[in-house]
């Protein structure tokens, strides 16, 4: 069977909708993609990694590319992701909040940078805008903004554009890492570290003593 767009009669499942088969199905994609690129992922092959009949794929995704971005867009999804809420710590809290960014991004540098490398023929595969409130963007944004709010912050700055700062440094750094490697590269922790001291920096973050401290003193 070739892969069409469509199969006659049948419309796709939603990828939303998963049982024991459709995850076989997203598991299989991503292995096949990370090793191939979405020229040599075949349904074909997909289909042999995950013990399915090709048919099944068509009935549940309708196109390759509906299949590719589906499983795709189960790994951009961290696992155990940490918590921005009201700022007390920023400091500490951007910074776990980061190099947690940043473990998952590395650890799916290889996959990144194979969509990286298709985006041009097949643009169709990049990450959905960011719209929903628990994307990174946004939720980091929001976070700047409470920041502000909370008068932790005194620079003139865009939330937006502070947290596309950040993310784009860990962003590029994850990816990037590994063809740097030089006996005196700081460590992933130290590195990320001085990339939120910048960001708090760039936003005028003011450090305020517990109120214990205070007292004492």
């Not at 009949?53 to 309708?62: D, L, P, S, V, Y």
């Not at 041009?120 to 709010?149: F, M, N, T, W």
């Not at 909370?150 to 990037?176: H, K, N, Q």
Request: proline share 6%.
């Amino acid at each position: 069977m070739d892969e069409r767009s469509e199969l006659n009669g049948d419309q796709p499942r939603p990828a939303g909708a998963v049982d024991g088969t459709t995850e076989r199905i997203l598991a299989a994609t991503i292995q096949v993609y990370a090793e191939a690129g979405f020229r040599g992922t075949t349904t074909r092959r997909i289909a042999q990694e995950a013990g399915v009949n090709e048919i099944t794929i068509f009935r549940q995704f309708g196109t390759k590319e509906a299949l590719v971005k589906a499983a795709l867009s189960r790994t951009h999804q961290e696992e155990n992701p940490v918590n921005l809420g009201e700022p007390v710590d920023p400091p500490a809290e951007l910074y776990e909040w980061a190099i947690s960014t940043y473990r998952h991004w590395y650890a799916g540098r290889h996959l990144i940078s194979k969509v990286l490398g298709d985006l041009v023929e097949h643009p169709e595969l990049a990450p959905d805008i960011c719209e929903e409130p628990s994307c990174k963007h946004a939720v980091l944004s929001g976070y700047l903004d409470r920041l502000r709010q909370r008068g932790l912050a005194s620079g003139d700055y865009l939330p937006d554009a502070a947290a596309g700062m950040l993310l784009g440094s860990v962003f590029s750094y994850a990816i990037w890492r590994d063809h740097f490697v030089t006996p005196d590269l700081p460590s992933p922790e130290e590195e990320v570290r001085h990339y939120v001291q910048l960001l708090l920096a760039s936003v005028g973050f003011k450090q305020v003593e517990p109120k214990a401290q205070k007292e004492k003193g």
